[in-house]
């Protein structure tokens, strides 16, 4: 989806213009100077893995290079390039793209960048709050102190990241689109539509703490998350809306559920703050398989020595950094959890529902028009390509933009096939990590809610539906 919401949001101004500055890590880890280290093997695992990350992270620039091409981006420097392979285009695979001209599929390929990104801003905006809240509670554990700043570091990382996928997307989708096919898509924010309000009451928000507190039992309040408490000591709300990304699409737009999830990872829990880090790893598994081909297009040009288009090469560097936070995610959801008690049984069950919510929101379906991309084509889709086949790049009349749509989203061709390999590829990756999370359910370590959705036949019945939907209601 492509949030109205986020195209409105501005970066925090104390957060947007940070370096990356990496403090001078301790000369041992915190771990072994606890003692912890040596007990077993996968303690010592564990620490290695977080001293080798946070080094090599402290020591790459990549997140300089995104924030200076974001500097420096011109939308018309870059115009005349493919900034990912074809395949990669919004429509590749309908019958329009075949009859494209190279400059309509260079648009279409520009805008697959915008659209795709647009949706990676807003769950990075999830990961943002998230890493604080989980990274406070590990603050607050002592003996973390080097996870504790990876973490930190992970998460201004990301607001670099945020900042050159808005603007760059937002830029680009600006010179094809106009301002006014943009603010059209505005006004398909589903959640202002659904709810009519998007903040949570007060005694809510206290009522959903003091649950998620309670349930997480006596011993975890001394590590209730600092990020948290620093919140509701300045009187503000942990969610002034409901999410976009991921982990949003996934819950669902209930700013109450969304609240729950919130507080569960931040009551003080390790179990739960290392379980958020599944929920992580599947964002950047599901980054991982759209962005490893850009970063392979980007090295095929830099060594035919050709021009690198801007994106492309933030793509490629975005790529890099974000390997530092999967092998993060990896350790916390897959190993560190198994140092701390036990999870109990509620922690299990809000652990498992989670994940399942996951499989059948964000990973549940299969859209026509982007290869990449796991859920039902919704109506911020549907008005992007009703704004770009009336502008300037394709020409068409509102009979002959409506004929195409109709085409595209809701009969069978190639670009679906295609779409639903490239999530075949992405259920295999997520089997092969969640298969050694044992206190999941069956359903969850298969990954087999998500494997029995995504049917071509499914997505174009879906389709039908949402394009009369939407031509009812615009
Ligand atoms: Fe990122
Ligand atoms: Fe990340």
């Known amino acids: 989806m492509i949030s109205a919401k986020i195209l409105n949001q501005p970066m925090p101004a104390n957060q947007s213009r940070q370096q990356v500055v990496c403090a001078e890590p301790p000369r041992q880890s915190p771990l072994i100077q ?110 973390y102190e080097l996870l504790t700043k990876e973490l930190a570091m992970e998460t201004k990382q990301e607001y ?59 011993g975890h309040r001394p590590h209730y998350s600092r990020y948290l408490e620093g919140i509701e000591k300045s009187h503000d709300f942990i969610l002034k809306a409901p999410t976009v990304g991921m982990l949003g699409r996934s819950i669902g737009p209930s700013l109450p559920w969304q609240s729950f999830y919130s507080f569960s990872w931040g009551t003080g829990s390790p179990f739960m703050a290392c379980q958020f880090y599944t929920v992580r790893m599947i964002a950047n598994l599901y980054l991982k398989n759209m962005e490893h081909a850009i970063a392979r297009y980007a090295k095929r040009l830099e060594n035919a020595a050709a021009y690198v288009p801007a994106p492309t090469a933030i793509s490629r560097y975005h790529f890099l950094d974000e390997a530092f936070h999967t092998t993060i995610s990896k350790l916390l959801a897959r190993d560190l959890y198994k140092l701390f008690p036990q999870p109990t049984a509620y922690e299990k069950l809000i652990a498992n529902s989670v994940i399942y919510k996951m499989q059948t929101g964000t990973l549940g379906g299969l859209s026509a028009v982007l290869t990449h991309r796991y859920f039902p084509d919704d109506f911020t889709l549907f008005e992007l390509l009703y704004q770009l086949f009336q502008s300037s790049v394709f020409g068409f009349t509102e009979a002959e933009a409506k004929h195409w749509m109709a085409r595209c989203f809701c009969q069978e061709h190639d670009g679906l096939h295609l779409a639903a390999s490239n999530r075949q590829r992405l259920l295999k990756a997520l089997q092969d990590f969640f298969v050694d999370v044992d206190y999941l359910k069956a359903v969850n370590r298969h990954m087999g809610a998500m494997a029995d959705r995504g049917e071509i036949s499914a997505a174009l019945a879906q389709n039908q539906k949402t394009f009369a939907q939407f031509f009812q209601r615009r």
């Open 34 to 143: 606890n003692g912890l280290a040596g007990e077993n093997h996968l303690t010592a695992k564990c620490v290695k893995l977080i001293e080798t990350t946070y080094h090599n992270n402290c020591d790459s620039d990549y997140t300089e290079k995104i924030s200076e091409l974001t500097r420096c981006f011109n939308y018309r420097q870059n115009q005349d390039y493919f900034w990912s392979d074809p395949q990669h285009s919004l429509l590749y695979g309908t019958p329009l793209y075949a009859e494209a001209t190279l400059a309509q599929r260079l648009a279409l390929n520009h805008l697959s960048w915008f659209a795709n990104y647009n949706y990676i801003s807003n769950s990075e905006t999830e990961t943002v709050m998230y890493n604080q809240v989980t990274g406070s509670v590990f603050e607050s554990l002592g003996g």
């Open 160 to 218: 670099e990241h945020i900042k050159a996928f808005r603007k760059v997307g937002l830029m680009s989708a600006t010179a094809l689109i106009g301002r006014t096919g943009l603010n059209a898509l505005l006004k398909w924010n589903t959640y202002k539509l659904t709810l009519g309000h998007d903040k949570l009451p007060t005694y809510q928000y206290y009522g959903l703490r003091s649950l998620a507190k309670s349930v997480g039992g006596q």
